[in-house]
């Protein structure tokens, strides 16, 4: 099992026994020809009373908590040229307050104020130019780390790292020193104690002092929270949950906004901005979802479909989590439709289609030939027809605003999408369980997050279709190593739910199959999450451009909303464990904002 992140998704090299499968089908087939063959007179003269209905699986999904009507209703007061104008004030005052910071430590901890407060997309160019000069005087060569404290080397490797600069994990080799003079009632001890917490999730693979460190600060930080004031124990608490790393970086400011105003430094004029620039942005997140609304209800799925998750809001917050920035409408636009469609879609895989109906379905998706859908069963047809549509229309606004013809890509990881789809449905009907290695294969493909960026990145980029596709063809792992962080977060929150209905086998019913054990399947799956992180941050660290840097967070942000939807559970079809979250970020207004 050593070897298992190792492997490639390339292909479906699955031993799921392809004469089973047909000789099953065959079975099948004549079966269905022969209630087929059977005529009106046939069942009168036989006395023959009914013939019985193809059965269908149920998930008895819970109806959406926000009608059409809800969301239509929705309103925000926090846009209009009063609170641009406001906002602009703002900004002019906090660049020349980053611009005439003194130390390299007060410089690092505001760009981190500023970016966990979720308003240095402001400041982009300003903070690149600070970091710069801070990694060319201090991080570039090993004679200046010796003379740092722990807080200047932990925040500033965190920093470094997550904006592309390369700094050796050497620059701890003598963490464990440093334990000797903490004082658990100096406040600044504890922010660089709790910062190396922070700075070992941005390791890579083998680099065993990171891990080390890891362990360290958890425990230390554990044994002294109950000695640290409220803000800095708030913190602690929040960063041993799940590190800052790992979460999403909306979410995180909503909570950060709370925790910084309590703060004894806080400066007045980064809350406001904080406060005001979330809600203006909420306030475009409300007209987007208000938008896709009104396209999901001209689907007519919900009525047409009764048997398929109603998701279009946590669908439109995966889009959030993805690219909240207020510039990205028409980029959350296509995600949301694609992410809702694909919401439906497996529920016809996972859920209510027949093996027969689902292998012609695959076929037109296949095709992508509109005359194919004649042979499919009505509800199906429904669901092609709306497909395709919206699949063109995306290429079609795409093509008018930008110039860019994305309907070839789109297509292409549709396809695959939907034949990773057919094989769990093949696994299942056979009552095959494959190896965990043959399912990750084909589960990184299945949880579609390759369909979502690729939405993602066609929609919202103004770079040509070429260079954008040599760019992800350059990074091809880091949506393969997110794919799977992706796919593991989701077997572990939705597989009790999944396999109560009788759905395919997950993660940990795979390796439990496979190895017998049974305790220690949620202890390895949660430990393979952790390697793909550090896979992941070792492709991070190779974007050497804007376009790829974008690429990357995408792809860390997709990962990074699979951990949070699926935390506590299934937050995306069982809206109840969300809702919480999403009323805060798309209807509710931070308040105490003028």
């Known amino acids: 099992m050593a070897s298992i992140c190792s492997y490639s998704c390339a292909g479906f090299h699955h031993k799921y026994h392809d004469d089973r499968f047909r000789q099953f089908n065959i079975r099948k087939r004549s079966l269905q020809r022969l209630l087929q063959s059977v005529s009106k007179e046939d069942v009168i003269a036989k006395g023959v009373t009914a013939i019985e209905p193809i059965p269908r699986r149920s ?56 970016q966990r407060l979720g308003i240095s997309y402001h400041f982009e160019d300003d903070i690149r130019s600070l970091l710069e000069v801070i990694y060319n005087n201090y991080y570039r060569t090993h004679d200046k780390w010796n003379k740092m404290d722990l807080n200047l080397k932990a925040l500033g490797f965190r920093l470094m790292i997550q904006h592309g600069y390369l ?67 708030s913190l602690v608490s929040h960063a041993l949950e799940l590190p800052l790393h790992w979460r999403v970086p909306r979410v995180e400011s909503k909570w950060f906004i709370e925790v910084y105003k309590k703060r004894i430094d806080m400066n007045p004029t980064f809350l406001e901005l904080a406060r005001l620039d979330f809600n203006m942005v909420q306030a475009v997140h409300i007209e987007d979802i208000k938008h896709e609304s009104r396209w999901w209800r001209n689907t007519n799925w919900v009525t047409k479909l009764s048997f398929i998750r109603d998701s279009l809001v946590p669908s439109f917050l995966w889009t959030i989590g993805v690219c909240y920035q207020p510039h990205y409408s028409l980029g959350r636009n296509s995600l949301s439709k694609a992410i809702t469609m694909i919401t439906a879609i497996d529920d016809i895989y996972d859920v209510y289609g027949t093996l027969d109906e689902l292998e012609q379905f695959t076929d037109a998706i296949d095709r992508w030939d509109i005359n194919a859908i004649e042979k499919l069963p009505d509800y199906m047809k429904i669901c092609f027809l709306g497909f395709y549509n919206t699949i063109n229309e995306i290429s079609y606004n795409t093509l008018k605003n930008s110039e860019i013809l994305i309907l070839p890509y789109l297509k292409k990881e549709w396809e695959k999408l939907c034949k990773a789809y057919l094989v769990e449905a093949r696994w299942y009907y056979s009552g095959y369980t494959p190896t965990l290695l043959e399912y990750l294969d084909n589960g990184c493909v299945s949880i579609d997050s390759r369909v979502v960026l690729m939405h993602a990145k066609l929609a919202t980029s103004v770079a040509p279709t070429e260079e954008i596709l040599q760019h992800m063809s350059q990074h091809k792992n880091i949506d393969h190593y997110s794919s799977l962080i992706s796919r593991l977060a989701d077997d572990l929150g939705t597989s009790t739910d999944e396999l109560a209905r009788g759905d395919v086998p997950k993660s940990i019913q795979c390796y439990m199959h496979e190895t017998g054990e049974t305790e220690e399947a949620r202890k390895y799956i949660k430990k393979m999450i952790r390697g793909m992180w550090k896979k992941l941050n070792k492709e991070r660290a190779r974007a050497n451009s804007q376009l790829s840097r974008e690429f990357v967070e995408y792809a860390s942000n997709l990962a990074r909303m699979a951990q949070f939807m699926y935390g506590k559970g299934d937050g995306h079809a069982r809206p109840d464990i969300t809702k919480s979250y999403l009323s805060s970020l798309l209807f509710n207004p931070i308040l105490g904002t003028k």
């Open 59 to 114: 998930a008895n999904y819970a109806p959406s908590l926000w009608s059409f009507d809800y969301v239509q209703s929705l309103s925000s007061k926090y846009k209009g040229e009063y609170y641009k104008a406001r906002v602009d004030t703002l900004k002019e005052s906090v660049r020349m307050m980053i611009h005439n910071v003194e130390s390299p430590l007060s410089t690092l901890e505001l760009v981190d104020d500023l």
């Open 167 to 233: 700094v050796s994990q050497e620059i701890f080799d003598n963490f464990e020193d440093m334990n000797q003079n903490l004082k658990a009632n100096s406040l600044k001890d504890m922010m660089g104690l709790l910062n190396l917490y922070e700075a070992s999730y941005h390791s890579f693979e083998d680099e065993n002092i990171l891990d080390d460190v890891r362990d360290f600060t958890a425990k230390h930080l554990e044994e002294k929270q109950d000695k640290m004031d409220e803000v800095i124990s």
